[in-house]
Structures are given as C-alpha cells and as structure tokens.
C-alpha cells in the first residue's frame, strides 16, 4: 500500500477525493480491511472541509461497499489496484481501478448460494454503478448517497 493523497476541490468537483493505491501482494483480508479503515477515515474528515459529519450508517455502507469492490478486485483481477473516493455533498463516489477489462456481472438471486452476493448488495446500496474500461484494465464506479 502507498500513502493516501487527500485534496480539497471546489465547485462541480468533490470537496474531498483521496486514493490508495495497493500493490496487490496482499491478497488476503489484510487489504480489504485496510480499504474499510481508509473509507472510514476518510468520512471522518469531512467536517474538516466545511461538510456535515456523516452519519455512522453511511459510513457503514460506505466501508461495506468498498469492501465488496475491493474483494471483487482481489479475487478476479490479480495485482495491483487502486482505491479512490470522492466526497460530494450528498454522495460518497467510490472507485476501485484494477488490471482485468472483464466488467463483474452480478448474479441472479439465489438465497440458497453461499456467498459471490457482492456485486448485488453494491448494486442494491447505491444509487449507479458504472464499469469504464481504460487501456490498462477497468474502473468500477459506484455512487453512495449520503444523505
């Protein structure tokens, strides 16, 4: 992991974006909880640029939603991969940028499957979910709402 980057911006763009960048050699729940932890500090620190504190429930789904992305990083596209979040007035936008162009494709409903419920919970929590291929891999884009 490198050091995060925070930023203040103003007008259209977040008042806060920070990102962190995972060199993939930690494939275990050591990254995933580390992303968790980075969401949580990062929505702490939004009275710091002139926004209303986010309630614990938003944080919450913010880390569960980061979460899910990054296993889904770890699991099906091997290596390194970045985390970035911007923090709107009423939106959390979570990015995870990996190396696989294979967009996650969420599966049916199935309560009897164990696990890979993922990317239905994310699409289920947030308001879009969005897959931009780069000549490098994908970014998948998701939008919390924080209010």
């Known amino acids: 992991m490198t050091d995060a980057i925070m930023t203040s911006r103003a007008t259209r763009a977040p008042a806060?974006?920070?990102?962190?960048?995972?060199?993939?050699?930690?494939?275990g729940d050591g990254?995933?909880?580390?992303?968790?932890?980075?969401?949580?500090?990062?929505?702490?620190a939004a009275p710091a640029v002139g926004r209303a504190r986010v309630t614990q429930?938003?944080?919450d789904?913010?880390?569960?939603?980061?979460?899910?992305?990054v296993t889904n990083a770890v699991?099906?596209?091997?290596?390194?991969?970045?985390?970035?979040?911007?923090?709107f007035e009423?939106?959390?936008?979570?990015?995870?940028?990996?190396?696989?162009?294979a967009s996650p494709v969420p599966r049916g409903?199935?309560?009897?499957?164990?696990?890979?419920?993922?990317?239905?919970?994310?699409?289920?929590?947030?308001?879009s979910v969005s897959v931009e291929p780069h000549p490098w891999g994908k970014r998948v884009r998701v939008r919390l709402s924080l209010v």
């Open 16 to 27: 806060l974006c920070a990102t962190v960048d995972y060199d993939g050699v930690d494939t």
């Open 31 to 44: 990254m995933v909880a580390s992303a968790r932890d980075f969401t949580a500090d990062f929505l702490a």
């Open 57 to 59: 429930e938003r944080v």
């Open 61 to 69: 789904l913010g880390r569960l939603v980061v979460s899910e992305l």
């Open 75 to 87: 699991r099906h596209a091997p290596g390194p991969c970045r985390l970035m979040l911007e923090l």
């Open 90 to 101: 009423d939106a959390l936008e979570i990015s995870v940028f990996d190396r696989v162009e």
């Open 109 to 127: 409903h199935d309560p009897g499957r164990v696990g890979q419920h993922g990317v239905e919970i994310v699409v289920a929590i947030c308001e």
